[in-house]
């Protein structure tokens, strides 16, 4: 079937522009994480959505990040003013939370902010 | 919060084994995840093991956990050149009060020489 679905697989930004970055979660699944490598970084996460309940976003690294899920599946990463430092690969993943709790990883959208 | 280490290089033989290690701080984690990302590609689901086992067995993995000292290892049998990739070790807390979220270690490169 379908897996995790990403856009724009790249994406090049000037500093200070905002960047929305999309995630299709696979058909059923209830859970769906951002998360951002980078080669200072390495993988971090971001924030997670689990069906209705509040979304934690623990990871978030500043105000600027913000991440909506409408209707309980599409995911939307948006960057407001964009840093250089904003400079990763944004992955998103989904799966079902609880029980062994698999994430099964898109492919990434790479974002350069120039 | 969590911290996870591996070792940065691992260098085999084709046909040799490989055993990829990794340590973590967080005893409460529940499932213990084996990544892998080949160049330029996403993260791929390779294994994970439940916490209250020792050794799981899949194909040519071999994950082995010993809980009390916080070290998980993957064993690669008979490794192949497209074995070569970068392998994460990512514990959750699936189950518990984080909803799975993983935290990545930085990630072994693993090379296989023919």
């Known amino acids: 079937g379908a897996g995790v679905s990403q856009s724009p697989s790249n994406k090049v930004t000037e500093k200070g522009k905002d960047v929305e970055l999309r995630c299709d979660p696979i058909s059923g699944h209830t859970a769906l994480y951002w998360y951002r490598q980078s080669l200072g970084q390495g993988l971090e996460f971001l924030i997670y959505f689990q069906g209705n309940s509040a979304p934690d976003k623990s990871g978030l690294p500043s105000d600027r990040f913000s991440a909506e899920r409408t209707g309980g599946s599409v995911s939307t990463l948006t960057i407001q003013r964009t840093q250089q430092e904003d400079s990763a690969v944004y992955l998103c993943a989904s799966g079902t939370s609880g029980s062994s709790g698999e994430q099964f990883f898109g492919p990434g959208t790479r974002l350069t902010v120039l | 919060g969590e911290d996870v280490e591996q070792s940065l290089f691992l260098s085999v033989r084709e046909g040799d084994s490989s055993v990829i290690n990794c340590t973590y701080t967080d005893s409460s984690s529940t499932y213990l995840y084996w990544y892998k990302q080949e160049p330029g590609a996403g993260l791929q689901l390779l294994t994970y093991?439940?916490?209250?086992?020792d050794m799981k067995q899949d194909q040519r993995l071999t994950v082995l956990l010993n809980k009390k000292d916080k070290h998980l290892s993957l064993r690669i049998a008979d490794t192949q050149t497209g074995d070569s990739a970068i392998y994460f070790c990512a514990p959750s807390d699936a189950g518990g009060t984080s909803y799975g979220k993983l935290t990545f270690g930085q990630g072994t490169i693993l090379t296989v020489h023919p």
């Open positions: 093991i439940f916490s209250n086992m």
